[in-house]
T-cell receptor, first 113, second 112 residues
């Protein structure tokens, strides 16, 4: 069974700094997708970024980028020039060909003014 | 209007009561999911469905049942609610084929 592990329950950084959130996963599949979702205090789940396992190039969306290390089964999220609006819970998620989506336990990120 | 709509948004119910959480979507997706979110535990999969006749248990299905009334509707029922079912419940949809999930606004359920 696939598992997703986020080892940082909570983090705080100063505004404008760069922060990296860690995620590791376990699977025997070769083809899969990985996602990062953001959950602000409004509790809405918002897709931040996604990565296809067969693509070696790391995905980037504006200030958000990932470091995908397939052999190490690692999928970290880097937020550059962090903003107060980035304060949220962040969830790493995994989807394989069975279309089940498995989530990690989340990292609560605080951006401090 | 939201693409994935959950009703109710908040609900307080008593132990032993039957309660149904409803989800409807206008995205035309085949895949629908029910998740439960608890502090420190993330989102855990309760049930998922790939079409009206294909319903599957997730990792924490005990105490829950579901009904896929149509492609666009997927309901979650608690037959006899208990306090440890107090949680935030999310419905999600996906088009499959490695596409992302789209979430409803969540239902905050409190069982007293």
């Amino acid at each position: 069974a696939q598992t997703v592990t986020q080892s940082q329950p909570e983090m705080s950084v100063q505004e404008a700094e760069t922060v990296t959130l860690s995620c590791t996963y376990d699977t025997s599949e070769n083809n899969y997708y990985l996602f990062w979702y953001k959950q602000p205090p409004s509790r809405q789940m918002i897709l931040v970024i996604r990565q296809e396992a067969y693509k070696q190039q790391n995905a980037t969306e504006n200030r958000f980028s990932v470091n995908f290390q397939k052999a190490a089964k690692s999928f970290s999220l880097k937020i550059s020039d962090s903003q107060l609006g980035d304060t949220a819970m962040y969830f790493c998620a995994f989807m394989a060909k069975d279309d089940k989506i498995i989530f990690g336990k989340g990292t609560r990120l605080h951006i401090l003014p | 209007d939201a693409d994935v709509t959950q009703t109710p948004r908040n609900r307080i119910t008593k132990t032993g009561k039957r309660i149904m959480l409803e989800c409807s979507q206008t995205k035309g997706h085949d895949r629908m999911y029910w998740y439960r979110q608890d502090p420190g535990l993330g989102l855990r999969l309760i049930y998922y469905s790939f079409d009206v006749k294909d319903i599957n248990k997730g990792e924490i299905s005990d105490g829950y049942s579901v009904s896929r009334q149509a492609q666009a509707k997927f309901s979650l029922s608690l037959e006899s609610a208990i306090p440890n079912q107090t949680a935030l419940y999310f419905c999600a949809t996906s088009d499959g084929g490695f596409t992302e999930a789209f979430f409803g606004q969540g239902t905050r359920l409190t069982v007293v």
